[in-house]
């Protein structure tokens, strides 16, 4: 598996603050003023609505991806697949940041 990152710090954004255009994509939201959003490579991702990525042996599957500690994946909190062999990945720096990097196998 391969990850592309550049490590940088994106911020993240509140549903009033994407464009008009891009919150008719987010419309289950509803007027939720949480910092969610982030956009990488021209899309805007929701970042709450992400498979967790966890390391607990063990830990039921439900909405989170268990996986080996020494897995590739194991650094990251997030994961959006979007084809079998590729998707983007989300680590979590604070509260209103986000690194995000892609994935491909």
Known sequence: ???ITNNHLRPLA???????KVRAD???VGDDFDR???QYKGVWYDVYDTQ???TVPGAP???A????EDSPLASWDGIVS???FSGVLFRFADEDQVIVGSYFA
Do not use: S
């Open 1 to 3: 598996m391969n990850i």
């Open 14 to 20: 509140c549903l009033a603050e994407l464009p008009v």
């Open 26 to 28: 987010f419309d289950y």
């Open 36 to 38: 969610r959003f982030v």
């Open 52 to 54: 967790a990525i966890r």
């Open 61 to 63: 599957m439900g909405w």
């Open 65 to 68: 991806m268990v996986v080996a």
């Open 82 to 84: 979007e084809t079998f």
